[in-house]
């Protein structure tokens, strides 16, 4: 499915915008050009495909605008290459409300419903994103409407093990220099373009195309 050219021209704006707000200081460069390692995709890290040609990471919160901005990009990606690329999503969350995001979406994921919840919450950040006050409950009523096993989700939210996989997330995006989200890689490599067509390319040079 090709992108298409509105989409392309709006995209480029927010990735434009996106390498603005990620590199305000020279710190979120230091691991522009880092290896690859266990640190980037680890064994419990969220997929959102499993293609076997070239692998996608995305740092984002559900809470952050520009991730926002990029969530429909992703998809059209995901819909053209998710049968060659695995798309990996890891934990940044930096906004009020984003670690209970993230904590739902990792216990959506442990009865294997990570995708659809990843979709909820992107799909619906404008009624809970940027409330001062929690929004778990909120979260907890897209759980019950994706049909989860609600005690097995609260057990999962309320587990030290799950804040930890989250932490862990971002203490590896700090290692990497990462200061902001959205941040890409692909393959192992930081890739910061300007426009969709840029990201394209990329991952089409990844797959050899």
């Known amino acids: 499915m090709a992108l298409s050219l509105a989409l392309i021209v709006v995209a480029g704006l927010v990735l434009t915008g996106m390498l603005i707000l990620t590199n305000r200081d ?17 064994e419990d890290s969220p997929q959102l495909s499993e293609g076997g040609e070239a692998v996608f990471v995305e740092f984002l919160d559900f809470e952050c605008e520009g991730c926002l901005a990029l969530y429909p990009v992703i998809e059209d990606l995901r819909d053209q290459y998710g049968d060659r690329v695995t798309f990996v999503v890891r934990h940044m969350p930096l906004h009020d409300n984003s670690v209970d995001a993230a904590l739902a979406a990792e216990a959506a994921a442990e009865q294997g419903q990570f995708e659809a919840m990843y979709q909820r919450l992107f799909g619906t950040v404008d009624q809970w994103g940027h409330q001062s006050t929690s929004q778990a409950e909120i979260f907890a009523g897209y759980a019950g409407e994706l049909g989860l096993d609600m005690d097995r989700f609260r057990a999962v939210v309320n ?9 862990q ?17 692909l393959d192992g490599q930081r890739v910061e373009p300007t426009s969709v067509a840029e990201l394209v390319s990329s991952i089409e040079a990844a797959l050899g195309d």
């Open 26 to 42: 020279d710190s979120s460069t230091v691991a522009a050009n880092v290896e690859p390692t266990a640190q980037l995709v680890r």
């Open 159 to 167: 587990d030290p093990a799950t804040l930890s996989r989250i932490e």
């Open 169 to 185: 997330s971002t203490q590896d995006a700090q290692a990497f220099g990462v200061t902001g989200t959205p941040t890409l890689f």
